[in-house]
Nanobody, 112 residues
Framework: QVQLVESGGGLVQPGGSLRLSCAAS????????MSWYRQAPGKERELVASISSDSRVTTYGDSVKGRFTISRDNTENTIYLQMNSLKVEDTAVYYC?????WGRGTQVTVSS
């Protein structure tokens, strides 16, 4: 059974940082690219960042370039999203995606 479980969300002030994690199971994690998406209230789900199976290739949405970093640990079957210099507009539910599956999401709220 494929599972993607996000964690690390929460409430943070503008300018702060958070690190999200997504633990994967039920498939050969090291063979698949993985991604983070987010969905804000009233908006469509958008790609935040993606990473290739071997971590050699990463891509980012324009709104997060230079502030967010995606990484993965193939020994732990986990991907990460380091989010720095957070802005109010980063507030959203953040979803992990891999093996054509979605996690349930973790809420990130940026507010003073």
């Amino acid at each position: 059974q494929v599972q993607l479980v996000e964690s690390g969300g929460g409430l943070v002030q503008p300018g702060g940082s958070l690190r999200l994690s997504c633990a994967a199971s039920g498939f050969t994690f090291k063979d698949y690219g993985m991604s983070w998406y987010r969905q804000a209230p009233g908006k469509e789900r958008e790609l935040v960042a993606s990473i290739s199976s071997d971590s050699r290739v990463t891509t980012y949405g324009d709104s997060v370039k230079g502030r967010f970093t995606i990484s993965r640990d193939n020994t732990e079957n986990t991907i990460y999203l380091q989010m720095n210099s957070l802005k109010v507009e980063d507030t959203a539910v953040y979803y992990c995606r891999g093996f054509a599956r979605w996690g349930r999401g973790t809420q990130v709220t940026v507010s003073s």
